[in-house]
């Protein structure tokens, strides 16, 4: 069953659209580290053009773009400034920490990326609510740990501070394990949401 819309509901995924590609225009110009700029937003424009290419054959509940949307948009500042000298000191001074958690938070949104994942499997009917939901947590587990080796990779091959910046560990030897965790926890959080959707509650025709 798909979505129904009317009225300004129906021009959200529009408007977000416009939003990411004004983000990526203003990420794009004078970055910290152009090298670093490519390698971050590389898999971000793939899935923003990918979302785009299948909007006219799957459309996707508003939640699930506003929730796809967060990660794009933070990713692309991150992109601009290199995660760890993302202007977060306002956070990193009220809370103490001994580094800019941004990171930390863009990660906890890849873990949103659960809930679509869940809601195409559901209307699609190739798998059971709960099926799904399982499905997202283990999809953005495995995303995660794939995302941790390419950029050890990157950072060997690369080297220099193109390599240190895109690697964001900030002399954390757990950064891999702590952004895992991170975005578990976001896809945690996305599904919980999902539980209390439309798509979990109802049978779908």
């Given at each position: 069953?798909?979505?129904t819309y009317t009225g300004w509901?129906?021009?959200i995924p529009h408007f977000l659209a416009l939003v990411i590609i004004a983000t990526m225009v203003w990420s794009y110009i004078n970055?910290?580290?152009?090298?670093?700029?490519w390698a971050e937003?590389?898999?971000?424009?793939?899935i923003f053009a990918g979302l785009a290419a299948t909007y006219s054959k799957f459309r996707f509940s508003n939640t699930s773009y506003v929730l796809m949307s967060v990660l794009l948009i933070l990713h692309t500042i991150g992109a601009h400034y290199t995660f760890a000298n993302v202007p977060f000191a306002w956070v990193t001074d009220t809370f103490g920490f001994e580094r800019?958690?941004?990171?930390?938070?863009?990660?906890?949104t890849v873990g949103?990326?659960?809930?679509?994942?869940?809601e195409l499997l559901v209307r699609k009917q190739w798998a059971r609510p709960a099926c799904a939901m399982f499905f997202g947590l283990f999809f953005i587990m495995a995303v995660a740990a794939a995302y941790e080796l390419i950029e050890w990779q990157f950072a060997v091959i690369e080297g220099g501070n193109a390599g240190i910046e895109f690697l964001g560990s900030q002399g954390d030897i757990w950064d891999a394990q702590k952004d895992i965790l991170?975005?578990?926890?976001?896809?945690?959080?996305a599904l919980a949401l999902f539980a209390n959707s439309r798509w979990a509650r109802q049978r779908v025709e």
């Amino acid at each position: 069953m798909a979505p129904t819309y009317t009225g300004w509901q129906i021009r959200i995924p529009h408007f977000l659209a416009l939003v990411i590609i004004a983000t990526m225009v203003w990420s794009y110009i004078n970055p910290a580290d152009r090298t670093v700029w490519w390698a971050e937003m590389v898999p971000i424009m793939a899935i923003f053009a990918g979302l785009a290419a299948t909007y006219s054959k799957f459309r996707f509940s508003n939640t699930s773009y506003v929730l796809m949307s967060v990660l794009l948009i933070l990713h692309t500042i991150g992109a601009h400034y290199t995660f760890a000298n993302v202007p977060f000191a306002w956070v990193t001074d009220t809370f103490g920490f001994e580094r800019n958690h941004y990171d930390r938070i863009a990660h906890f949104t890849v873990g949103f990326y659960a809930y679509p994942a869940a809601e195409l499997l559901v209307r699609k009917q190739w798998a059971r609510p709960a099926c799904a939901m399982f499905f997202g947590l283990f999809f953005i587990m495995a995303v995660a740990a794939a995302y941790e080796l390419i950029e050890w990779q990157f950072a060997v091959i690369e080297g220099g501070n193109a390599g240190i910046e895109f690697l964001g560990s900030q002399g954390d030897i757990w950064d891999a394990q702590k952004d895992i965790l991170a975005d578990t926890l976001g896809a945690l959080f996305a599904l919980a949401l999902f539980a209390n959707s439309r798509w979990a509650r109802q049978r779908v025709e």
